[in-house]
């Protein structure tokens, strides 16, 4: 073999080891970049499930008002939010209970004041949603329970400055929103009674 032959075969030989090793890095590149974008797609996915699942529970929507007045007045009252979240009220606070009808709202109020939370639900609402919302207030204190004429959504929890709408009785945050609010401390006479009042709750 002349010295021409050796040249162009150690010439192939090199581009042969070029290309060897030009593939080599790019199958490296395909499996890191593939690899990265595995992990970043498992990221995001989780990253979607926990805020889903956080969501469920989380109180973030619930809404806070500046509640300034809270005398006595045997007078009705027309209050910013429906239902209300405090405010001028009856001299007797209603007991805490389920209601199958509505209520005199001043009343609810006055128990608000001493931290009740006040679960109302549209009167169209179905009887099995109305049966979990009685389940679910069954035994539990400082919690009042009724129909609320002309509300639209399926339920609405409040308590004194603080409000929640709900799509129906399944939705986890209102357990959480009782717990929560229940003789809270925001109330401005946490703990006052909420039976001895007025008022027949059927539980």
Not at 25 to 43: D, K
Not at 123 to 143: I, M, N, S, T
Not at 161 to 174: C, S, T, V, Y
Request: glycine share 8%.
């Amino acid at each position: 073999m002349d010295g021409a032959e050796q040249a162009s075969r150690k010439e192939r030989l090199s581009q042969l080891q070029a290309r060897q090793r030009k593939a080599e890095r790019l199958r490296r590149i395909t499996v890191v970049g593939t690899s990265a974008l595995l992990v970043s797609g498992i990221a995001v996915a989780g990253g979607v499930l926990f805020l889903r699942e956080r969501n469920k529970t989380s109180l973030d929507a619930v809404r806070t008002y500046a509640v300034k007045n809270r005398n006595h007045t045997t007078e009705a009252v027309t209050y910013p939010q429906s239902p209300p979240v405090g405010g001028d009220h009856d001299p007797t606070w209603i007991n805490c209970g389920v209601y199958d009808q509505p209520v005199r709202t001043e009343s609810v109020v006055h128990a608000q004041e001493h931290g009740a939370v006040w679960i109302t639900h549209s009167p169209g609402l179905p009887d099995e949603d109305r049966r979990k919302l009685r389940d679910l207030v069954a035994g539990r204190e400082y919690v009042v329970l009724s129909p609320f004429t002309g509300q639209k959504p399926a339920v609405v929890a409040s308590a004194w400055g603080r409000q929640l709408a709900l799509d129906g009785p399944d939705d986890p945050r209102l357990a959480r929103f009782i717990r929560a609010h229940a003789k809270s401390p925001e109330a401005p006479e946490p703990g006052a009674p909420c039976d001895g009042g007025t008022g027949e709750p059927a539980v």
